[in-house]
């Protein structure tokens, strides 16, 4: 037995009880033990080896059509009172869900292995790491969090026999009667469960095999449960990219952004600037908790090992440093298969194979009419293999902190970008954040919808009290110093509904601004939404954006923005009395200034 940890053993052991495996494994987490599992998924049909001379020890699957994405209606968050849920969660009473929940594992894992995975988000033993323990009958799951965290020996060393950690429990809820045939992607469609049960702290996922719903380190625990113990312990844990920006002149400052789901975070974490004599570097691309040092700053790390990016749109144009990534040692999911053993996705290349195989397997060439990759196809990569991450972005200290951005997909209305004029301002910019949804999460796509901070699917209590938290922060730490807080939008259209902005390397256009109007070299203009870049303040050299496109991007239509204001209403209030008082008068302050501006 590797662990004596008396509560450990108790977990999986009851959870075998329950689930009735045939067998239990413990993941060391080994090389060796990886490439059993790899081969065994082979051997079954769910992972397809890709070419060794192109992508190394690499693997396609393809998953059950009804399964792509994460389910935001079959996810449950549950504290016994539903207040503390909120208005943003779907409740159940714990007690009933556990029951309801437990006859569904019952036996939900015979005919297979139940895999224990020890896993740490942060680095192994830094004092800001969690450690979480994932029971699962997926291998997938286990080769995926081997990618995505760190997991085996090294995390049940640093457990000790009386350590803390998160329980979570997945099952894909595909049992198998003896000689049963197995499916290449077992999961239970109809019957899926993505639950968080914040007093334990635990998760019971059943059902699904797909990315956040069964990836318990990412969404569930980093995000949804990580967020409860941020609120109650003074830290902060966001969806956010964290990355590194360094001047010409050699000075570097951190910069985290909250984006929602396939809005631009891994490209932004990993952009390669087109201003000569700019660098960036990763530390991270889509999850960022951050607490005070000593002396009052804010300091981030990234809780993950590596990336679970939006395959589609991903090239050596839009992001190059994340196709360099891809040479060996990931996983592909719902990508297309091209006949020579490589992947391809739509926008790889700007001319498509003469002939796929589809996500869906079927025989695809450029005229099907479909598309190849599903449009939430993704790769699994470690983060290690990413040839501009930064140095310190294993740091157990974490980085420092310097700027906030929040942004989304707003066609209209919202400029390139603004910078709030105090952290009580920008937080309650970031509580109007709005974005037309993606196919990140089941459901439809383009319907703008309020997304506070991006973690409308994610914070795991009350979202009204998670402002108040927001609010709160500069109070938590003696000599807090806050970061500035900016609003960008890479995505406004123009009448003829092409995008105003190139974006990708050259949003290092606004994060120049960004960085000089925290060093308070760069000028801006009021407005009344907050400091807008002053004529000419952003570095358009070299770029091709005709002047009036410029012009269109930095403006602020108040009109506009006062037709917004009766949606902005009615999403305070779904969250009733929850929403901070201070938050409802930077709102009637806001209308007021447009209102005078619009006259
Ligand atoms: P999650 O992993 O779901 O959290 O997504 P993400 O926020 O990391 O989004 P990602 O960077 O993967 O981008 C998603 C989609 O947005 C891709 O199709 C990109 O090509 C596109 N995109 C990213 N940045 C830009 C940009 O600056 N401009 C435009 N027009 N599209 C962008
Ligand atoms: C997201 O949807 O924000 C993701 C993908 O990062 S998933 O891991 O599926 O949540
Ligand atoms: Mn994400």
Known sequence: ???????????????????????????????????????????????????????????????????????????????????????????????????????????????????????????????????????????????????????GDAVLKALGDDGEFVECLHSVGAPLAPGQQDVPWPCNAENKYISHFPEDPSIWSY???????????????????????????????????????????????????????????TNLAMLEPTLPGWKAECVGDDICWMKFDDSGQLRAINPEAGFFGV?????????????????????????????????????????????????KREKWTPDSGVKAANPNARYTAPARQCPVMDPAWE???????????????????????????????????????????????????????????????FCGYNMGDYFAHWLSMPGRAPNARMPRIFFVNWFRKGEDGRFLWPGFGDNSRVLKWIFERVDGTADAVESPIGLLPAPGAIDTAGLNVPDADMAELLSVDAGAWLQDLPAIRAHYAKFGDAIPAILRKELDDLEARLQAAAR
């Open 207 to 265: 059902g699904s095999g797909y990315g956040g719903n069964a990836l318990l380190g990412k969404k569930c625990f980093a995000l949804r449960i990580a967020s409860t113990m941020a609120r109650r312990q003074g830290w902060m844990a966001e969806h956010m990219l964290i990355l590194g920006l360094t001047n010409p002149a050699g000075e570097k400052k951190y910069i985290a952004a909250a984006f929602p789901s396939a809005c631009g975070k």
């Open 1 to 151: 037995m590797k662990t004596n940890h008396p509560h450990l053993l108790k977990f999986v052991a009851d959870a075998a009880a329950l689930c009735r495996p045939d067998a239990i494994h413990w993941c060391d987490g080994s090389e060796e033990e990886n490439r059993r599992l790899c081969n065994q998924a082979v051997a079954a049909g769910t992972f397809i080896r890709l070419d060794e001379a192109k992508r190394l020890n690499s693997f396609l699957v393809m998953s059950d059509p009804a399964d792509v994405a994460r389910v935001e209606d079959r996810t449950f968050v549950c504290p016994s009172d539903p207040r503390e849920a909120g208005p943003n969660n779907n409740w159940r009473d714990p007690v009933e869900l556990k029951a309801a929940m437990r006859k569904l594992y019952d036996g939900c894992m015979r005919g297979r292995t139940m895999y224990v995975i020890p896993f740490s988000m942060g680095p192994i033993g830094s004092p800001i790491a969690h450690i979480g323990v994932e029971l699962t009958d997926s291998i997938y799951v286990v080769v995926n969090m081997r990618i995505m965290t760190r997991i």
């Open 395 to 457: 740091d157990p200290a974490g980085v420092p902190i310097s700027a906030i951005l929040f942004g989304g997909r707003r066609p209209a209305t919202v400029p390139l970008c603004f910078e709030a004029p105090s952290w009580q301002y920008g937080t309650f910019l970031g509580t109007i954040q709005a974005s037309e949804t993606t196919a990140a999460a089941a459901g439809s796509v383009g319907v703008l919808r309020y997304d506070p901070m991006a973690m409308l699917p």
């Open 311 to 359: 395959a589609p749109g991903t090239s050596m144009k839009s992001n190059p440093n994340a196709m360099r990534t891809l040479h060996s040692n990931c996983i592909y999911t719902n990508c297309a298969l091209t006949p020579d053993g490589d992947i391809w996705w739509e926008d790889m290349t700007d001319e498509p194979p003469a002939e796929l195989l589809s996500w």
